[in-house]
């Protein structure tokens, strides 16, 4: 590095910390973007720089669900075997947020002591930060719909990612999951060293192909491919009958790998963690002991206990990503171990403006084993209306929920029994989340589970009124 730039660095570096301190003695917030978009303006190659000096490589994580586990217990994995790691662990995933991440780590001159660097990217900005930033590893968890005020159709977003990626060194790592066709045909397409993870476990098939699903037409030839069966929207096992186009490879086998979060979504983000991992050099049995003993991120099926209650939160902020979560709500509640759901759904800037998501969401799976559902969020009646229209039929005798006007704070909506339905559901709506959280661990046994599924805003609110501070 010239001197020149030796100094700016310094300079930048210097700023943004300055920065940083300021505003967390202040008590403004966390400081996880602004020193970036200072320093930057400072310095326009300063991320390029910062890479550079990562001394085993930069891990870069992308998809549309699993990112902030899978980065965590990538962390682990590594920070066990005794590498000192460097984490965007705020959740900042733009530009901005990453020099952050990494600056934290620099000292006074800009140099960085670290042997790796986990990046949760956004994955709209993969392209763009590909043009002047080499990482060592890319891990691609999945592609689905996400925010549809920001993003658009996944094969735009996966044609992006490939051509970026098509101009890295042959070298760079490329981890996929084999099981969503777009990721598996673009990785049949790189020059790079391309590894895959999925599932090979058919007693875990979806007895039929979910309304939320995005990518089912061959990424090749368009044609509709032929599925054997599906774990998750459009993941699965498939092949194409026109043009031979087929799921590729797995790298490692699922059946005997450890899990012990919750859901199907979980089993891919920890095969995802172990397939990379494996190939910097990490013994498997190293990884299996790690997984064992991983405590889920904040919100990500964490698990709290709350007035001397079990709470589980459990993020959902997209049809598949809620969808997968009922499904794991479901198969806990088939057991008799919960009965009060909370779903709480606000349409901030970090959840995505549009919610008509919603109407892509099998709620009708929710509804269908009865219980306590809770409502509440900035889009309280969107959330409820949805619910309402889950059932088979809402008796009008029993409903005195109105969705255009106001309700009394936790009033009940009985939805009948169908022929779909073996029990009551009761709805309770209330605009006010510390009064509905309390409601909810009201109806609570001690012997059950209340699960929280919120969206990316509500869930830091929702942890901030059950443990009494914020996240970010």
Known sequence: MQLLDRLRLGFAVGIAKTVTGVVRSLGLGAASVLPGEISRRLHSRLLPLLFEQVSQGVILVVGTNGKTTTSLLLKQILSDRGYTVVHNSSGANLINGLITALLSSADMTGRISADYAILEVDENILPLLLKDCQPKYILALNLFRDQLDRYGEVDTIAQRWGKAIASLPEDTTIVLNADDPTLSSLGQQLKQKVLYFGLNEPELYLSEIPHAVDSIYCPRCGHLLDYQGVYLSHLGDYQCPSCGFAK???????????????????????????????????????????????????GRAEELEIEQKQVRIMLAKNPVGMNETIRAVNDIKKKGKSD????????RIPDGTDVSWIWDVDTEELVKLGGTLIVSGDRVYDMALRLAYSSEFVDPAKTNFEVEGRVPRDTALH????????????????????????????????TETL????TYSAMLEVREVLVGRKIL
């Open 415 to 446: 939805i009948a029994e169908g022929r779909k339905s073996n029990r009551l559901v009761e709805l309770i709506v209330n605009e006010d989340l510390p009064e509905a959280i309390s409601t909810a661990l009201k109806y609570t046994k001690p």
């Open 248 to 298: 590729s490879n797995l790298t490692l086998e699922s059946k005997q790998h450890p899990q012990i979060l919750i859901g199907v979504y979980n089993k891919y983000n920890t095969l995802a963690a172990s397939v990379l991992t494996q190939s910097i050099g990490i013994k498997t049995e190293d990884i299996y002991r790690t997984v064992q003993n991983f405590k889920a991120a904040f």
């Open 340 to 347: 009060v759901t909370l779903l709480v759904l606000n349409d």
């Open 451 to 454: 699960h929280i599924i919120p």
